[in-house]
Nanobody, 116 residues
Framework: QVQLVESGGGLVQAGGSLRLSCVAS????????MGWFRQAPGKEREFVAS????????SYSDSVKGRFTIARDNAKNTLYLQMDSLKPEDTAIYYC?????????WGQGTQVTVSS
């Protein structure tokens, strides 16, 4: 099994920055892909970004491309999401996730609120 715990959320003004972290424990070597998703009130959960094991391949949603950066430190079993130039529409609960084929493992989420 794999456990994922996010941290780093909070309240920030528009234009500001936050860095989310996600610490993985358990069978972490079985996690070739990790990613971030978010869910805003009244909306479905949506993909934000993903990264492969080596960090050499990343993917972003169009809505965050150029503003967010995903990274991982395998030695620390930690996934990061650097969020810059935040907008009010980025307000959501952010979830860390991991997969081999499908997104099997999820964290409990961390709230990010961006005020205008």
């Amino acid at each position: 099994q794999v456990q994922l715990v996010e941290s780093g959320g909070g309240l920030v003004q528009a234009g500001g920055s936050l860095r989310l972290s996600c610490v993985a424990s358990g069978r972490t070597l079985s996690l070739p892909f990790m990613g971030w998703f978010r869910q805003a009130p009244g909306k479905e959960r949506e993909f934000v970004a993903s990264i492969n094991w080596s960090g050499g391949s990343t993917s972003y949603s169009d809505s965050v491309k150029g503003r967010f950066t995903i990274a991982r430190d395998n030695a620390k079993n930690t996934l990061y999401l650097q969020m810059d130039s935040l907008k009010p529409e980025d307000t959501a609960i952010y979830y860390c996730a991991a997969r081999k084929v499908i997104w099997d493992y999820w964290g409990q989420g961390t709230q990010v609120t961006v005020s205008s």
